[in-house]
């Protein structure tokens, strides 16, 4: 497994796998070729699909230069590598000087065709899946904060800025109101739920708030932070918040958390996989249920293995979630999908504090059977904008 700060990833939204991994594609080729003089894209698959709602046109012409860049989406092409695929072509007076063929494989990551997906350049952790990682921190008489520690000597200060930017974006999302961009007409509604919140004082109020609040940042194209990815950055940062305001819990311990729900995280997308285009939502709401779960059955004082009850609850219930973004925006069904799973996070936690802890399924079993759930869903549901909700509704019908 990589850095936790390969998965935390501090950016503009909406989505990490058309957005961000297309900027750093397009970051890296522009490094590579300074002397170009124009530059062609090609998108295929998902990104071609759904990248115009995700903005994946417009960012790539932001880093390359609008006017000397062309950008064409190809969805009958698809990789079965990874339907996220791109490529990259670099002219010099209309002689092509290179071309890079590369996917954006979720959260933000990128890879090059046939390489090993579930290897990656700078792995730090050894364990591979939960079952080593306990085996190793009951060995060793650590807590999963003592393991991450271990390989991560430096990573509070990171997640400090982290926590820092989850807060922010929660703030301006309770405090803004209006309609989200894309033509869909979605009204926000983190506000108005938070005004509900200083009424009631009920934490699930709060909760739903702050997913809102979060994930309507991200369809607005604010900084927000992949938790897994940007779709579903909005479950974590919900149940931090109501730790914060409605817990009093210190950042400290906050922090802890988000070292444990990014165990998780990084465990799926190692063994797994966390790109709506490959295996549906569970991959992404899914997975940030799991992480939130994780946390906050941490946060209640879970051992290890109630602790990995609870995720493994949480992806459970989500196994063969559709994705199926309306018009190939981040915001239905996403948005309210975000506010549901963080209080999904709050039952998963309890159920498994509540059990005798026995369970038949390992988190690595569901992670695994996730997987191939993802793979065995038709195309349309995943990340094409060309079944279910998308068929049904959106100013393209
Ligand atoms: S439906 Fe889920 S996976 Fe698909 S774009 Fe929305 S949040 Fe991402």
């Not at 390989?151 to 929660?170: F, G, R, S, T, W």
């Not at 709060?206 to 927000?224: K, P």
């Not at 549901?381 to 068929?391: D, M, Q, V, W």
Request: one cysteine or more; aromatic letters at 8%.
């Amino acid at each position: 497994m990589e850095s936790l700060k390969k998965l935390y990833k501090i950016g503009f939204g909406p989505s990490s796998s058309h957005t961000m991994g297309p900027e750093r594609a397009a970051n890296i080729f522009l490094n590579k070729n300074k002397d170009a003089t124009n530059f062609k894209v090609e998108l295929f698959g998902s990104l071609a699909e759904t990248g115009k709602g995700h903005l994946t046109d417009k960012m790539i012409y932001k880093v390359l230069g609008e006017k000397r860049t062309t950008v064409i989406f190809k969805p009958e092409i698809t990789y079965s590598y990874h339907p996220n695929g791109m490529m990259f072509k670099a002219y010099k007076d209309n002689v092509k000087i290179d071309e890079w063929l590369v996917f954006s494989v979720g959260g933000g990551t990128l890879k090059e065709l046939n390489e090993e997906r579930d290897s990656f350049k700078e792995e730090i952790y050894p364990e591979k899946n939960y079952q080593e990682v306990a085996e190793y921190c009951k060995k060793n008489n650590m807590s999963i904060i003592d393991y991450t520690l271990k390989h991560e000597p430096d990573i509070k200060e990171y997640l400090k800025n982290v926590l820092v930017c989850m807060k922010q974006a929660v703030s301006r999302g309770i405090c803004t109101s209006g309609i989200l961009p894309g033509g869909l007409n979605v009204e926000r509604k983190a506000a108005y739920f938070y005004q509900k919140y200083l009424k009631n004082h009920l934490k699930e109020t709060l909760c739903y708030a702050a997913a809102l609040a979060v994930s309507e940042e991200n369809a607005n194209g604010s900084v927000i932070v992949t938790a897994p990815t940007c779709g579903s950055a909005g479950v974590v940062p919900g149940i931090l918040y109501t730790e914060y305001l409605y817990n009093k819990r210190t950042d400290e311990e906050l922090i802890n958390s988000l070292m444990v729900g990014g165990l998780i995280g990084n465990l799926v997308k190692t063994n797994g996989s966390i790109s709506g285009a490959e295996v549906g939502c569970q991959g992404e709401v899914g997975v940030a249920c799991a992480m939130a779960s994780a946390m906050i059955a941490y946060l209640e004082k879970g051992t290890i293995d109630e602790i990995e009850y609870a995720a493994e609850i949480a992806l459970e219930h989500h196994l063969g979630m559709t994705c199926d973004p309306v018009d190939g925006l981040v915001q239905i069904p996403c948005i309210e999908r975000n506010a549901i799973a963080a209080m999904q996070a709050y039952n998963c936690a309890s159920y498994s504090l509540l059990s005798d802890g026995i369970h038949n399924i390992t988190f690595d079993n569901v992670v695994e059977v996730m997987e191939q759930t993802g793979h065995d869903l038709q195309k349309e549901y995943r990340e094409t904008s060309k079944g279910g909700l998308a068929l049904r509704c959106g100013i393209k019908k």
